[in-house]
C-alpha cells in the first residue's frame, strides 16, 4: 500500500491567490481528516469525512477554508484568498474502524509558504 | 472539548538512558490513547497505543501507562538510541477512528 498520499510536497503563492491541496487516502479507508501543524499551535484538526461526508467542520478557521471529498479516493482543501498567515504544513491523515491498527495514517504532509 | 497537555517540551537524554514523556487528559470519556512519533519532514507516525481497560502495554523498548483514575498516560523509551530523536504526541479519543485530540509535542533528543 502506497500510504496516504498528499501533493503538492511544498508549495510557495503570493498572498490573495487561491490554494489547493491534493489528499488520496488509503484504499478502505472510510475516515479522511485534515490537520494544520505550527509552532504555535501544534497539529490542528480542520475538518474531518467519513464516507464522503463531512462530520466537523468546527476547527475550520474562516470561510477562506473550504473541503471537499467527492469520493472515496480523494480529497481536497482549498484556501482562498490565501494570506501569510496560513502559511503551515497541512496534513491529511485517513482511517478505519474494524481495521487494524488503529489510529490514524497520516500523509507526508504540503508545507505552505504565502508571502 | 478534549484537553491533551503534555510535559516536557524538550528533553535531552544520552544515549542508553530511558526516556520518560508524560500526558494528561480531561475527558473521563476518553478510551483510546495514542502516541505518535514525528521525524523531521515526516508525518506522525503511530508507534504504540492502548486502551482504557488495559493499564500498562510493552513494545521492545516502548512502553506506556496508563491512569484512567488520574487521567494521566505516559510513554516510556528504555536504553535510547540517536533513531529515537524526534517529535512525540500523545493523543486521546473517545475511540480510535474519529476526532483525536493531540498533546503539543515533546521533542526528544538523544545524545550518542
Known amino acids: 500500500d502506497a500510504g496516504v498520499i498528499q501533493s503538492p510536497r511544498h508549495e510557495v503563492t503570493e498572498m490573495g491567490q487561491e490554494v489547493t491541496l491534493r489528499c488520496k487516502p488509503i484504499s478502505g479507508h472510510d475516515y479522511l481528516f485534515w490537520y494544520r501543524q505550527t509552532m504555535m499551535r501544534g497539529l490542528e484538526l480542520l475538518i474531518y469525512?467519513?464516507?464522503?461526508?463531512?462530520?466537523?467542520d468546527s476547527g475550520m478557521p474562516e470561510d477562506r477554508f473550504s473541503a471537499k471529498m467527492p469520493n472515496a479516493s480523494f480529497s481536497t482543501l482549498k484556501i482562498q484568498p490565501s494570506e501569510p498567515r496560513d502559511s503551515a504544513v497541512y496534513f491529511c491523515?485517513?482511517?478505519?474502524?474494524?481495521?487494524?491498527?488503529?489510529?490514524?495514517?497520516f500523509g507526508s504532509g504540503t508545507r505552505l509558504t504565502v508571502v | 472539548g478534549e484537553n491533551v497537555e503534555q510535559h516536557p517540551s524538550t528533553l535531552s537524554v544520552q544515549e542508553g538512558d530511558s526516556a520518560v514523556i508524560k500526558c494528561t487528559y480531561s475527558d473521563s470519556a476518553s478510551n483510546y490513547f495514542p502516541w505518535y512519533k514525528q521525524e523531521l519532514g515526516k508525518g506522525p507516525q503511530l508507534i504504540i497505543d492502548i486502551r482504557s481497560n488495559v493499564g500498562e502495554k510493552k513494545d521492545q523498548r516502548i512502553a506506556v501507562t496508563l491512569n484512567k483514575t488520574a487521567k494521566h498516560f505516559s510513554l516510556h523509551i528504555t536504553e535510547t538510541q540517536p533513531e529515537d530523536s524526534a517529535v512525540y504526541f500523545c493523543?486521546?479519543?473517545?475511540?480510535?477512528?474519529?476526532?483525536?485530540?493531540f498533546g503539543t509535542g515533546t521533542k526528544l533528543q538523544v545524545i550518542p
Open positions: 469525512f467519513n464516507n464522503n461526508v463531512p462530520i466537523d
Open positions: 493523543a486521546a479519543s473517545h475511540d480510535g477512528y474519529q476526532k483525536v485530540t
Open positions: 491523515a485517513s482511517s478505519a474502524p474494524g481495521q487494524g491498527p488503529y489510529g490514524y495514517t
